[in-house]
């Protein structure tokens, strides 16, 4: 398998090298001409390169850190069956520091979860989905869950095994208004590395762990195979969504043991050259590695890496483990 610096080579050598009618490379004055374009073009395509890592890691920070942001995320608390009722007081079922002393009440039945009043009605400035709030079912879906938002809060109500969670930011969180910067590798086109792509014929299910404990069955449609530091190694992504357009990796390397976030790490590609069916080839850049949420909130439900995709090497590439 080749680098993409190889690849840069090869592509710069076959444009820029004279050959005479007999097919046989000139010498002197033009050889040495056509080593020096060589040289640029190789210089040009790797400085376009680094400029297009350095626009990708840019976009992670305000993703991070904008109000309803990873970095917001102050609590995770579970419904249970029945009601439950939410807001600051002490008699709460559910208690959300910062939020009115009784914000209502959320009832569970089965797949299904309504929002009430609590008594006296819903507090002044409580909305549901940017509206006044009302009372009626919520959207309980990863995608477009039902949100709440009073002042800095804002609570969703999300899906996690056969139970439901209350998501809770707060725009005003310690992490956020703390944030010290994320930390990167340089910049190294050896972690960039074109892999052969193995399809999976039908798609295999693959088991995805997560911190809580709950176990996610997601889609993988093939094996992505490279060598890196003359290792052979492979990867298995999945996908998150039948619609899904990028190839989803979860993985986990030996930098985990010292400069990485220990948990692992994902990251994202777009999908073979020939397509996910048929065998082909999918360029992997381990220079966009980033964190999971999980690596700056204990609040958050991160996949963890599968079994397949724990190296025993070091990517020493993407982004380092958050110190706070």
Request: with cysteine.
């Amino acid at each position: 398998m080749r680098t993409l610096i190889t690849g840069i080579l090869l592509e710069a050598v076959a444009l820029t090298l004279p050959f005479t009618l007999e097919g046989q490379p000139q010498h002197s004055a033009a050889q040495a001409a056509a080593q020096a374009a060589t040289s640029t073009a190789r210089a040009d395509a790797e400085s376009a390169w680094k400029q297009k890592i350095e626009a990708w890691r840019a976009q992670r920070e305000p993703e991070l850190t904008a109000p309803d942001g990873w970095l917001t995320l102050v609590a995770l608390d579970w419904l249970k069956p029945g009601v439950n009722t939410v807001g600051s007081a002490t008699d709460n079922k559910v208690r959300i520091p910062g939020a009115p002393a009784h914000l209502g009440l959320l009832t569970v039945s089965g797949k299904t979860v309504q929002l009430l009043a609590p008594s006296g009605g819903f507090p002044d400035g409580l909305q549901l989905d940017g509206q006044p709030a009302r009372e009626g079912p919520l959207s309980a879906q990863d995608a477009r869950p039902s949100t709440l938002s009073w002042q800095n809060l804002t609570i969703a109500v999300l899906p996690r095994g056969d139970r439901f969670a209350l998501r809770v930011k707060d725009s005003a969180a310690p992490t956020r208004t703390a944030f010290r910067g994320l930390r990167w590798y340089a910049p190294d086109l050896r972690y960039t590395v074109e892999a052969r792509w193995i399809p999976t014929k039908p798609a295999k299910t693959l088991k995805i762990p997560t911190v809580i404990g709950t176990t996610l069955n997601l889609p993988s449609p093939g094996v992505a195979e490279f060598t890196l530091d003359g290792k052979k190694l492979r990867l298995e992504p999945v996908l998150e969504d039948p619609h899904d357009t990028s190839l989803f990796f979860i993985l986990r390397d030996a930098t985990s043991q010292t400069t990485t976030y220990q948990a692992g790490r994902f990251l994202r590609t777009g999908f073979p050259d020939h397509g996910l069916d048929q065998p082909g080839t999918l360029i992997i850049d381990f220079n966009q590695l980033y964190n999971p949420p999980c690596a700056y909130t204990p609040y958050a439900t991160c996949p963890l890496p599968p079994e397949e995709n724990r190296l025993s090497v070091a990517i020493e590439a993407g982004e380092q483990r958050y110190i706070q």
